[in-house]
């Protein structure tokens, strides 16, 4: 894009330079701080599934040790409601697991073995580490969308405007500086030439 080799356009080049030098730091920041916030989120997700893992695997040994799986159906627990708040990391607004509810099928207490009250117990801790699991995966998402935003703000600031605004400061003070020389050098012409007339007109 031409720009004006004016002074007003180096005065905006200088103030648009300074702005880009003074919030590309805060961007960096922003990235680094973004960047440690997914790798704790995500090491997080990992041990909440590694935790859910174990406990599901304990829960089908318990159910496995009893020999009446047919017992425990599928659907003896269900997910009422998953609750979350919402929390704040650099500005990115993200679901904060807060617990689940469920429900359970009613069933007869007479005729369904006392461990499967146990086993509901179980497996809603399982599924609301699942679940925890999930929203931890939605935070994450989140500020991987983020993350990606701010770093092209930073390479843009970083590889385009802030080089390109100096290139346009060093174009247009050369400019400048050439004019004026070039208005020193006329006026010494005009003024020899004015002082060759007015001794031509003495004699």
Excluded: C, H
Excluded at 13 to 29: C, H, I
Excluded at 150 to 174: D, G, H, Y
Aim: hydrophobic share 40%; glycine share 4%.
């Amino acid at each position: 894009m031409a720009i004006k080799l004016t002074k007003n356009e180096l005065k905006a080049q200088k103030e648009s330079l300074k702005m880009y030098q003074r919030y590309l730091p805060t961007l960096q920041l922003k990235k680094q701080q973004l960047q440690t916030e997914i790798r704790a989120i995500e090491n997080r997700a990992r041990e909440v599934r590694v935790e859910r893992d174990r406990l599901n695997a304990e829960f089908q040994a318990w159910i496995a040790v009893y020999g009446e799986a047919e017992a425990f159906a599928p659907n003896t627990v269900t997910v009422r409601e998953i609750r979350t708040s919402t929390g704040n990391i650099a500005g990115v607004p993200i679901p904060v697991f807060s617990g689940a509810d469920f429900d359970r099928i009613l069933y007869d207490l007479y005729a369904t073995p006392l461990w499967v009250d146990t086993a509901s117990i179980k497996l809603e801790k399982v599924l609301s580490l699942d679940l925890e699991a999930k929203v931890l995966d939605e935070q994450a998402r989140l500020l991987q969308i983020e993350l990606r935003t701010t770093t092209q703000r930073v390479n843009l600031f970083e590889k385009v405007k802030i080089p390109e605004a100096k290139t346009n400061i060093k174009k247009i003070s050369v400019y400048l500086g050439d004019q004026q020389v070039a208005g020193v050098v006329r006026g010494k012409i005009s003024k020899k030439n004015l002082e060759k007339t007015v001794g031509e007109s003495a004699k």
